[in-house]
Nanobody
Framework: QVQLVESGGGLVQPGGSLRLSCGAS????????FGWFRQAPGNAREWVSC???????YYADSVKGRFTTTRDDATSTVYLEMDSLKHEDNAGYYC?????????????????WGQGTQVAVSS
């Protein structure tokens, strides 16, 4: 079993920045891929970004150029650095992970999920 805990959400002004963290507990997590998803009220959960074990990163068009995903395998932590935040970035943000970490991670159906952290962009 893998446990994921997201943190770092909060209130930020438009144009501001936040860094989200996804801390993972388990074994051999260096081989896992991690994905970031978000869900706004009334909307479906949407894929945002992911990073595989290589590591290779992928981004949704809506965040490309503004968000950066990194991983620190020494601490089993994945980060989502969010810059130039917009009102449309308001959502609960969730991380997922999967043991088939060498694959192209946008195609992964993630097996394990965290509880999420809220990001609010407001002036």
């Amino acid at each position: 079993q893998v446990q994921l805990v997201e943190s770092g959400g909060g209130l930020v002004q438009p144009g501001g920045s936040l860094r989200l963290s996804c801390g993972a507990s388990g074994s051999n997590l260096d081989y896992y891929a991690f994905g970031w998803f978000r869900q706004a009220p009334g909307n479906a959960r949407e894929w945002v970004s992911c990073i595989n074990s290589a590591p290779i990163t992928y981004y949704a068009d809506s965040v490309k150029g503004r968000f950066t995903t990194t991983r620190d395998d020494a601490t089993s932590t994945v980060y989502l650095e969010m810059d130039s935040l917009k009102h449309e970035d308001n959502a609960g943000y969730y991380c997922g992970t999967d043991p088939y970490g060498s694959t192209a991670c946008p195609a992964i159906k993630y097996q394990y999920w965290g509880q999420g952290t809220q990001v609010a962009v407001s002036s």
